[in-house]
């Protein structure tokens, strides 16, 4: 079966402006996350979607950041305005089951960011 | 190639060697933990589940435990190879206010030497 696809697979900006980032899940799982990874640490959930209704979003800096998945499958995760500090790698993720503590997530290649 | 990290604590293993990748995790309730495999440019990609009711599991090449008193997890690889080179995390599966979320380790970088 296809993986998890993300686009693009590198963006750079500059400081104040805005970037989004797509994910397409894998068919059929309601599941979808988005995580950020900076340099040299493990990956962080920003946000967790079931099917198109938003689980967890305790993590994503609403100030500037903001995801959607209308239609329950892709989803776009938006930055603005990005700051030098949002430089990192995007993963999306998704799995096919919620709400049971063994969900084996699958995630894409991610996007890389950089701000200067 | 892109590296994953320039800061990560790394292990160093002559290929054929068995390696030993240790994590420390938080929270005492977590009762499933993953580890993961990240190659450069890559996602990370599952290699082995244990929960919390186990002290041991064992998959192809890999062996997972679990020291739950002093909340310590260990992975071994047999026999290393050149395609192990990766950083590996682990993960614990915590529930969070409405479901459960993944909280990753800051991860190791292995280097296997030909």
């Known amino acids: 079966e296809a993986g998890v696809a993300q686009s693009p697979r590198y963006k750079i900006i500059e400081k104040r402006q805005s970037v989004a980032f797509w994910c397409n899940p894998i068919s059929g799982h309601a599941t979808l996350y988005w995580y950020q990874q900076i340099l040299g640490q493990g990956p962080k959930l920003l946000i967790q979607f079931q099917n198109n209704g938003v689980v967890d979003d305790s993590q994503l800096p609403k100030d500037r950041f903001s995801a959607e998945r209308l239609k329950g499958v892709d989803s776009t995760l938006k930055i603005q305005p990005a700051k030098l500090e949002d430089s990192a790698v995007y993963l999306c993720?998704?799995?096919?089951?919620?709400?049971?503590?063994?969900?084996?997530?699958?995630f894409g290649p991610g996007t890389r960011l950089t701000v200067l | 190639g892109e590296s994953v990290g320039l800061h990560l604590p790394t292990l160093s293993v002559q290929e054929g060697d068995n390696s030993i990748i240790n994590c420390a995790y938080s929270n005492s309730a977590s009762d499933y933990f993953i580890w993961y495999k990240q190659e450069s440019g890559k996602g990370p990609q599952f290699i082995i589940d244990i929960r919390s009711n186990m002290d041991k599991r064992q998959g192809q090449r890999v062996t997972v435990l679990l020291n739950k008193t002093v909340k310590h997890l260990s992975l071994q690889i047999a026999a290393t190879q050149p395609g192990d080179s990766a950083v590996y995390f682990c993960?614990?599966?915590?529930?969070?206010?409405?479901?459960?979320?993944?909280?990753f380790g800051s991860g190791t970088r292995l280097l296997v030497r030909p």
């Open positions: 993960a614990e599966n915590t529930r969070g206010e409405s479901s459960y979320k993944l909280i």
């Open positions: 993720a998704s799995s096919s089951r919620w709400g049971s503590m063994y969900n084996e997530q699958f």
